[in-house]
């Protein structure tokens, strides 16, 4: 191969592989953007947001008015009871972690608010099932085995969004990704 030839060549992959590597580039930066942007909605919007899930149960399952007007109380006071919770959750968090960063951390006020804490989480579990079991009065059977798969279907999308989140965080720390157990 004479020299003209070599240059060509090495010049093409050069190019190649600038055009690839710029490729990856913006279809990481478009990925980002497109998430943030997809959150920032979320955060801005979440009356919306209930307001479209609302109207795809609507539609999903056939819903009488009546039965949207239970949906629709039984939705905001369930927002309304786990708003307070989690608020509640976020102190005592913030308490424990207070507490342990202090000098010399009181360990009987530490357990106290780790029981407050699984007292709230119980707390919010109750008025999840309390929401659920009025949702199931006011369906159909057959209402609720479509609002049953709606909701696992939503489940798993949820665990899928949260593996992949945790997956890319340990790669951006560098961390190996141990192999997964079937």
Known sequence: MNYFTKTRVLVAIIVVLGVTLLATIGTMVYGYYKQKQFADNIARNPQERMEQQANFLRDRLNLTPSQEDIFRKSRNEFHEKTVDINRKLQRVSIEIIIELSSPEPDLKLIDSLVEQY????????????DHLLEIKSACTPEQFQKFQRIVEHSQRRMMQRHRQRFQNERMRR?????????
């Not at 699984?118 to 099932?129: C, D, R, S, T």
């Not at 560098?174 to 079937?182: A, E, K, N, V």
């Open 118 to 129: 699984g007292e709230l989480h119980k707390a919010e579990k109750k008025v999840m099932v």
């Open 174 to 182: 560098g961390d190996s990704i141990p192999p997964r157990i079937q």
